[in-house]
């Protein structure tokens, strides 16, 4: 029997799924591949090996990272958007309009009236990895962010649209002792007007919507604050099974069966040695050798604060204390100017709890 497999491979995880030739799920997995694409791809590759055996299949790739993939491997690539749109014809039929929200991207596709389809791809603003940001920031992960955000009294402006601006929002609400909860559920509410603003740009989104990705997925809060925003009741809601992986199923759905190869061959491809390529261009690096290195270090190097250790001085001394947004930094000198103690930390959301530790 052969099967058909959808692979994306996105920004922040890979998601596989093996559809048989009924077109039922025999195998998804979802997984973060921390930039190690090949390493984990081949660690899915083994564990379908060893669920199905030595299956042949045909294959489509999609996401960001697809492409040179799709090159390498010999398999068809699909602009994920149109993956997304198929999988959405096959397991949500009901649906007007979906809202996926990515590792790096967002996307909305309106349906009913029309397929059109739009994503935003240049800025992570408003994505999963934005949502990993604030998630540190508040010092919990996703989940955290999720389970904090259940409990909110006030929701706060927060820009969205860059991580920085975000941030720039939120360390002044957490050095004031803004509530995490209120936080939590402000940052989610950013994402969902930066969604709504900048890829609906003012087009009503109406009728079922159909919520995808992994965030959407995964976080139930976030889903509420783009239900609440939208004032879709709960028999427009949409949250279809499997709804983290529309993109590798639309995939394996869109497999015409043209190129077959068996599971052991893409796993032998897996394990070479060759590297998939890069698909931007980089900068050259800082130093040409260690030499150049070295001669920036002892340059930068004698251009120091002349140091007295602190046990053994006498007499006058001044402190300065710099509590900034993120971090807190402390400095005592003598009275000829010489560093006796120094001490640079993060806030951690506290900035008075970390200078009172800084002087014990």
Known sequence: MDYKLGIDIGSTTIKLVALDSFNNIKYRKYQRHLSNIQETLLEMANELYQQLGDINFAAMITGSGGLSLAGWVGFDFIQEVIAVSKAIETYAPS???????????AKIIY????????????????????IDQMSALLQTDAEGLNKLAEDYKVIYPIAARCGVFAKSDIQPLIN?????????????????????SGLACGKPIRGNVAFLGGPLTFLPELRKR?????????????????????AALGGSLSADGEKIISLTSLISNLQSEKQLSI?????SPLFANEEEY??????????????????????GAYIGIDAGSTTTKVALISET????????????????????????
């Open 226 to 246: 783009f239900a609440e925003t939208l004032n879709l009741t709960n028999e427009n809601i949409i949250a279809p099974e499997n709804s983290h992986l529309f």
């Open 176 to 196: 004031e002792g803004a509530a995490k909860p209120d936080l939590a559920v402000s940052i989610f509410q950013a994402i969902v007007n930066q969604t709504i």
């Open 111 to 130: 349906i009913t009236g029309g397929m059109e389809q739009r994503m935003n791809g240049i800025c992570a603003g408003g994505t999963g990895s934005f």
């Open 279 to 283: 698909e931007i261009n980089r900068l």
């Open 95 to 105: 649906a007007d309009c979906a809202i996926e929200i990515g590792g790096e991207d």
């Open 337 to 360: 100017g010489e560093l006796l103690y120094s001490f640079y930390a993060g806030n951690e959301g506290n900035p008075l709890k970390m200078i009172t530790h800084s002087l014990n």
């Open 294 to 315: 070295d001669a920036f270090a002892a340059r930068h190097g004698s251009r120091k604060a002349a140091q007295r250790e602190l046990s053994r001085y006498e007499g």
